[in-house]
């Protein structure tokens, strides 16, 4: 339970946890520790976001707002990355907006274990005030306003992001990479478990199609011209 654990992808986000936790463990002598995972990979780094220090601590922002209008309304998808799988995310933004007419939010989830710790906190009071408003978990504040299929991409097993996705306002597509651990190339590896950005656009493209948002048909297109080999 004092256990903080954050999976960061920016420079900013790695500031913010750290100064977290300089406060409540050093200057408010707090019994807590955090974990955060820290990254080899060398990538672009963003500036911060006005607004989203609390999110950050909180376990998910909205990082970047669709960057163009969707072919039709309903072609609108919510894309959640963590850690470096967050630049795949953010590709994928664009791949999706430029070749399929499909406009993508982009949230950073720091920490789908501060997320559920929240929602079950939220829940349980609830359930012991049930004559009261019910409390609506943070996560559940963040997406429901939004629209179409939600996508949640990281570098752990899927069963990650699925430890909050009962809270999330629609259902929820987590791609992780369950299975053994390999030695190959970083794009290799995300290729063979799904979770580089052409892959997360095809799962979403068929999210919006069970959805009735686009043709099947469209969809099945885009796994070809992704590169991708369904088999």
Sequence with gaps: PSLKAYDA???F???VVVQDGLRRM???NEDVFYYITVENEAYRMLGMPEGCRDGILKGLYRLREAEAEPRTPARRVQLLGSGPILTAVLRCQGLRAER???AADVWSATSYLELRREALACERWSRLHPDETPRVPYVTQCLQGTEGPIIAATDYMQIVPDQVARWMP???TSLGTDGF???DSRAALRRHFEVDAESIAAAALWRLAVAGAIPSAEAT??????????E
């Excluded at 297109?221 to 369904?230: H, V």
């Design 170 to 172: 629609r259902d929820c």
């Design 221 to 230: 297109a885009a796994i070809e011209a992704l590169g991708l080999d369904p």
């Design 26 to 28: 050093y200057a408010e």
């Design 9 to 11: 992808a920016f420079a």
């Design 100 to 102: 399929f007419g499909v």
């Design 13 to 15: 986000e790695i500031a």
């Design 181 to 183: 651990g390999r030695s």
